[in-house]
């Protein structure tokens, strides 16, 4: 389990008064090699590319947050949030003394904030946020031996994910799909309709465009209400990307710490793994499967098994994975899909034929829903999936007219009920559909 939250106050009187300063020798690309001062992989350092000026406390002031990423030699490697334009040989490193945390508390909810835990507010939103306690980002899975079975179903308000691809809570899938087929809206919806205590989203490697459209069309205000954002746009340095999916994965532990029932969503994990992969070959790591530096496929995951349930309480995981050229073998969704507890595929071609949301229920699949629903509800959902395969065999000769009508008893109850399959699996953004209600059609439809 994840450390107790320190307060802001026991974090500051554990930092050392002493700052320390090195100097810049080199820098290629988008790494900055430095030599003089002592800080281990993680910390946040300073490069000041002018004489530091003092503030109002006598502490120095400005500069350019950067990030220990290795060392060479004795020399210690550097990545930078922002832009190293106008650092020069020379010029002055600070260790910062700062240990990765985020800031808690009671006004996280209903708002959205950057990788540092700064409030990306409105106009109205500028008063202080009580926020007294501090998370640390990187933290231990919980024990695989503390972790209790997944026992109790969450309804997330999506009528095939509810009936067909149940999931439990706890239990972590990944969304996987190309881009432009939905995956946004289908977030958003469990997002609105979830009955989880709270939603915590991470927005990782998105356009900026789209995150306002997220917070308000997609999510809407009642989602907003119980939802946390943290959000590192596509413009924005890897590393800023990549602390944002473990902040994000911080916040969860904090409510999860507390008992709640823990929604999560982190849109995109390829985008996590493509940050990843900019570090990792910065640093002069070695690219193998499609550029992946080996890194990557150690993190990802450190990354996905902190979340799940724990004796206190449960955080449901939902990844999505933008597949490149829409190959679901790719390799993030190839390890993405070994890590977790299943996958949803969202398809062009469905979405194409104006089939929302788009998901491939033959392609999908939960790992727990046996253990979570009643065996009639099995039965039913191997009924209906089991008519829907028989069709998808034959569709071809039956688009051409080539299969004929008495053929085979099986595919022509697939072919009759194909019409109420395809109803029961759309669903328009603004309906909700509860989980009563889910299975409640789908032993209706299984029984036609």
Do not use: W
Request: with cysteine.
């Amino acid at each position: 389990m994840s450390p107790n939250p320190l307060t802001a106050k026991k974090l500051l009187a554990a930092l050392s008064p002493i700052t320390a300063y090195g100097k810049v020798n080199k820098v290629v690309g988008l790494v900055a090699e430095g030599s003089g001062i002592k800080a281990p992989l993680g910390s946040l350092c300073h490069i000041l590319p002018e004489a530091p000026q003092k503030g109002a406390q006598g502490e120095d002031e400005g500069g350019i947050p950067v990030e220990v990423v290795g060392f060479r030699d004795s020399n210690l490697l550097f990545m930078p949030y922002g832009d190293l334009r106008g650092v020069q040989p020379g010029s002055l490193v600070r260790n910062s003394s700062l240990p990765p945390f985020f800031p808690a508390g009671p006004d996280l909810l209903g708002r959205a904030f950057d990788a540092f835990g700064e409030a990306l507010a409105s106009p109205v939103q500028k008063q202080p946020l009580n926020l007294p306690d501090m998370v640390p980002l990187y933290a231990e899975p919980p024990s695989p031996l503390a972790r209790p079975r997944i026992s109790e179903v969450l309804d997330v308000g999506v009528r095939s994910v509810n009936a067909l691809l149940t999931l439990g809570k706890g239990q972590r899938v990944g969304i996987m799909a190309g881009s432009g087929v939905g995956k946004s809206t289908l977030m958003g919806m469990m997002a609105r309709y979830t009955k989880a205590d709270v939603n915590v989203i991470a927005l990782i490697g998105e356009r900026g465009r789209e995150v306002l459209e997220f917070m308000e069309k997609d999510l809407g205000p009642e989602g907003m209400a119980r939802s946390v954002l943290i959000i590192a746009t596509s413009d924005q340095s890897p590393l800023i990307r990549m602390r944002a999916a473990y902040a994000a994965t911080a916040v969860a532990e904090y409510y999860r710490n507390q008992g709640k029932d823990v929604l999560f969503m982190m849109d995109s994990v390829t985008r996590f793994a493509m940050a990843a992969r900019e570090v990792g070959l910065a640093v002069g790591e070695p690219p193998t499967t499609k550029g992946y530096t080996p890194s990557v496929f150690a993190q990802l995951p450190k990354l996905l098994e902190r979340t799940g349930r724990s004796s206190s309480g449960s955080i449901t995981g939902v990844y999505t994975v933008l597949v490149d050229g829409d190959d679901f073998n790719e390799p993030v969704a190839d390890a993405v899909r070994s890590i977790l507890d299943g996958h949803i595929v969202l398809t062009r071609e469905l979405a194409d034929e104006g089939h929302f949301p788009a998901i491939d229920v033959l392609r999908s699949i939960s790992r727990l829903r046996a253990d979570i629903v009643s065996a009639e509800t099995v039965a039913a959902g191997r009924t209906v999936i089991s008519r829907l395969a028989a069709y998808k065999k034959v569709e071809d000769m039956i688009n051409i007219g080539a299969y004929a009508q008495g053929s085979n008893p099986e595919i022509d109850k697939a072919i009759a009920t194909l019409p109420l399959a395809n109803a029961f699996l759309r669903q328009d953004v603004g309906d909700q559909v509860s989980l009563e209600d889910s299975i409640k059609q789908l032993s209706l439809l299984a029984g036609v």
